[in-house]
């Protein structure tokens, strides 16, 4: 071979790399996605864990087993890790393994970025979770870090503020990383208005993000310097404003509750259309209400604050324009019931878990409603209905989405059927024991028990007991979850190529992702 | 994307092989524009009431966002071009002007595809020659990488006119 110029894309025969360094090298979508989902299901057990201590705790009034400052610790713990540590990775893991798929592109559009982004993640969380083993414990004011009471924390608050920082950053990169694949490497012939659902829920997603991080990363650094260099951005004794506080973060906060459920949304509309063995009904206004909720979430952020004080008409606003949600929201729940409707339906396990999507997180959306209301909310107001309202969008919403993707796409991408009779009782064990735990918080709250607090009133005890019992029964559940997964992965039946009788999409009926070669431009001439 | 086309100079058929690019370079700056107007809006806001920490790490994101744009766009101009002409297979490759140039000797080269059955594979896509091999079509899916096979395979196959003379004798 005679060459003119050495070129860099001269190889020997190689496949991926061996053993661990193909894992901490790789740029390949598919590996990084893997390590994304890898991590969220560790993070999920961890995660869970500190839930379990939570509801041990609340088992019965009085003190147990652990002391107060570590409960709240637990409670902030757990939310951080719940929402950067496992919904947002599996989200991550899932984009990255089907939206290049799901264009027609080869890989994403920065593949060392993407190894990056992955790779902070690790070290983010050692970082914060290694503050539970620092002096004065870790973190312990709640996952939104008020202010003036996450300033009165232990030193261990740098390192906190510096794992959310990396979280960030690797959100960041995430995102742009995503909005260049989708925007610029889409097959030809693929406009916008084509791509699946899932892409446009990512893409807006990813907006979202982009929008909203900086004023996450610009907030928490104004409690660093509060806390370590003497500033008063939010310390009151020095002239600060602690309610600004909430509603910096509020502003990155509730877009970012739009963040952890818009991924959902698109795996909704792939896996429903599937069993249904019919069309997503109205593609186009299911774009515009995903686009509409991302809109509305900007203007939303003071309904999570409205016991501090503020003017009547900003009450009336921020009530109303919550309410507003609740039309493309409608629209969506409306939009999949009518693809449903008079379809050859079956209930393989994907399909289950879509299904409890839909019934759970509209059960969570009308607890959502309520707590809209001003003079209702001021009653609700950090009571466990608060509580009961999260866990149903986010439990049965975020979580039941990423585990009907899981078995809707895992004979995809491992080539094997996985167990659908330990699906199947994976799916009703978890719904059985989630409402077990999570139902009761709705009766709770409303009679005024406070959340955050390890002890409480007798008149509490039955449901709290009751809801203990939920908690164990569905964190041990999850396993199930995991058995399927290996099981799966080991070997087990072989999948055809479409797998699920009624699925469309590039990623089933053809064996690769790009059938589009209608080029409007002919290409130069080149040498 | 694969195409191919007539040198108009040379008269040879080329196949050029492009990664699909989907929006142009002035989407791309109104892309990042937008983004960076928003978290400008938003930063902005927010500092106007003394909260001024937002906007710098307002900016550094639009400059990651901007340059991650650009690198993105810039990859995607990638551009492999292989054409045969009598018994030599060139295939250059480079940006805007070749920067990576080789010759084989066409009847000594064959095109392999590894064609993975796993669809989210795409594969690869390799000439070889004298033990050595040389990837082709990085930039495209397995669709268009079974095109392109398809393409080469073609041109390879190609009698070349010093071998006519010779059987012809």
């Known amino acids: 071979m005679s060459t003119a110029a050495a070129g860099h894309h001269e190889h020997d025969d190689h496949g991926p790399a061996k053993g661990w360094t193909r894992w901490l090298y790789t740029t390949n979508h598919k590996d990084i996605g893997t390590l994304y989902l890898l991590f969220a299901l560790v993070m999920f057990f961890i995660g869970g864990g500190m839930a379990l201590i939570i509801r041990a705790e609340l088992f019965q009034p009085g003190l147990q087993l652990v002391d107060p400052l570590f409960f709240n610790s637990m409670t902030t713990m757990h939310a951080l890790v719940m929402i950067f540590g496992v919904v947002m990775p599996a989200f991550v893991g899932l984009a990255n393994w089907m939206i290049p798929m799901m264009i027609g592109g080869p890989d994403m559009a920065l593949p060392r970025m993407n190894n990056w982004s992955f790779w902070i993640m690790p070290f983010a969380f050692l970082l914060l979770l290694s503050t539970l083993f620092m002096e004065g414990g870790g973190p312990a004011g709640g996952w939104t870090l008020y202010a003036p009471l996450s300033l009165q924390g232990p030193d261990s608050f740098a390192f906190v503020i510096f794992s959310i920082h990396f979280m960030g950053i690797s959100s960041v990169m995430g995102s742009i990383n995503i909005v260049a694949t989708i925007f610029n490497m889409r097959a030809p012939g693929m406009s916008l208005m084509q791509m699946p659902l899932f892409v446009w829920t990512w893409l807006i997603t990813a907006y979202l993000l982009i929008a909203v991080i900086p004023v996450l990363a610009g907030a928490v650094t104004m409690l660093l310097t509060d806390r370590f260099f003497g500033t008063s951005f939010f310390n009151a004794a020095g002239g600060g404003d602690p309610v600004m506080y909430q509603h910096i973060f509020w502003f990155f906060g509730h877009p970012e509750v739009y963040i952890l459920i818009l991924p959902a949304f698109g795996i909704i509309s792939s896996i429903i259309p599937t069993f249904a063995r019919k069309p997503l009904f109205g593609y186009a206004s299911m774009v515009y209400a995903t686009a509409s909720i991302a809109f509305l979430s900007f203007i939303v952020w003071a309904h999570h604050m409205f016991t501090v004080g503020m003017p009547l008409a900003g009450e009336m606003f921020f009530m109303f324009a919550t309410m507003m949600i609740s039309v493309p929201t409608g629209v969506k729940v409306f939009n999949w019931v009518a693809t449903m409707w008079r379809g050859s339906m079956t209930f393989e396990t994907p399909m289950l878990f879509a299904i409890g999507f839909l019934v759970m997180f509209t059960i969570g959306g009308l607890s959502g409603l309520m707590l809209a209301i001003t003079p209702a909310d001021i009653q609700y107001h950090d009571t466990y209905f608060v509580v009961a309202h999260f866990h149903y969008v986010l439990v049965p919403g975020a979580i039941y989405s990423i585990m009907a993707a899981t078995y809707y796409w895992l004979p995809k991408w491992t080539g094997n059927m996985y167990d659908e009779k330990w699906g199947k009782i994976h799916f009703w064990v978890s719904t059985v024991f989630l409402n077990v735990l999570f139902f009761p918080m709705h009766f709770v709250g409303l009679a005024g028990m406070p959340r955050r607090i390890p002890d409480y009133n007798l008149q509490f005890a039955d449901w709290n007991a009751i809801a203990t019992i939920g908690a164990f029964g569905f964190g041990f559940s999850q396993l199930i979850f995991v058995y399927v997964i290996f099981k799966c992965i080991k070997g087990g039946a072989k999948a055809t190529d479409e797998v699920w009788d009624g699925a469309e999409g590039l990623e089933w009926t053809v064996p690769s992702p790009a059938p589009y070669h209608t080029f409007e431009k002919p290409p130069a001439q080149y040498s | ?169």
């Open chain 2, 1 to 169: 994307m694969v195409s191919k086309q007539v040198n108009s100079k040379t008269g040879q058929t080329q196949i050029i092989v492009r990664a699909n690019k989907s929006m142009s370079w002035r989407a791309n700056v109104l892309l990042a524009a937008s983004l960076g107007a928003l978290s400008a809006v938003f930063g902005g806001i927010i500092a106007t009431g003394g909260f001024w920490m937002v906007l710098p790490f307002a900016g550094l994101e639009f400059l990651l966002v901007f340059g991650c744009l650009s690198v993105a766009y810039k990859k995607l101009g990638y551009m492999e071009v292989i054409s045969r002409a009598g018994d030599t297979l060139k295939v250059e490759s480079g940006y805007d002007s070749p920067v990576s140039s080789s010759e084989l000797p066409a009847h000594w080269t064959k095109v392999e595809f590894e064609d993975p059955p796993s669809a989210f594979e795409v594969g690869r896509l390799r000439l070889k020659c004298s033990g050595q091999s040389l990837e082709i079509g990085q930039a495209l899916n397995k669709q268009e990488k079974r095109e392109l096979y398809r393409e080469v395979l073609h041109c390879l196959q190609v009698e070349s006119p010093r071998l006519k003379v010779l059987r012809s004798v």
